[in-house]
């Protein structure tokens, strides 16, 4: 064809935003009591759907069934279909959020973990190592549970939480519509 004028384009992969204001930390305390949640428990988070096979819970609960003998009251924490308002009540009640599934592309629960100050342990999918970062207290592990049971016990054990905010906060809302009017603006076709 002649006279078609083509541009060359960059590519932008942009994750999606999350909700600093909904996702904030809060007393961990004040979370278990208003979910009725012992508090002299440990508990693992997961807030998928247990059936959704690419989710590993399976591989959640042998890692939780590892390290119950060296964390006294361990047990998982299930999210599975909770409006978007209660998340981060469970999150905050949560001593730990662990991601094992086998295909993710750019996960919320950890990005709204981290907003929380939740620690994450997770497994090298989607972008889920760039969304932890250098954050102590969040860990990256094989897909094994063993290596995951190992980093529960040490998380639990060690207590408190962490300072993803922190590193999550170029990720608000705000932040990502700002990428995306930047990017618009600079991929106009001359």
């Known amino acids: 064809m002649t006279g078609v004028q083509t541009c060359a384009l960059p590519i932008y992969v942009i994750p999606n935003g999350v909700d600093l204001n909904l996702f904030r930390p809060m007393e961990q305390a004040l979370a278990r009591q208003t979910l009725g949640l012992d508090p002299s428990k440990k ?21 939780v069934s590892i390290a119950r003998p060296q964390v006294d009251g361990l047990e998982i924490l299930t999210g ?53 970062g ?7 592990v094989r897909r094994e549970a063993a290596a995951m049971a190992e980093k529960i016990v040490e998380v639990c054990r060690h207590g408190g939480r962490t300072n993803g905010r922190e590193w999550i906060c170029k990720l608000s809302m705000e932040a990502v519509a700002q990428q995306i009017v930047h990017i618009y603006a600079a991929t106009v076709c001359r």
């Open 134 to 140: 250098p954050t102590a207290g969040c860990h990256l």
């Open 80 to 132: 599975r279909g909770l409006p978007q308002e209660q998340l981060p009540l469970y999150m905050n009640a949560a001593d730990v959020l662990v991601m094992a599934s086998m295909s993710e592309g750019s996960p919320n629960a950890v990005k709204e973990a981290m907003a929380t100050n939740l620690p994450v342990i997770t497994v090298d999918v989607g972008d889920a190592t760039d969304l932890i």
């Open 43 to 63: 508990f693992v988070l997961f807030p998928y759907n247990p059936n959704e096979v690419r989710k590993r819970f399976d591989l959640i609960q042998a890692a």
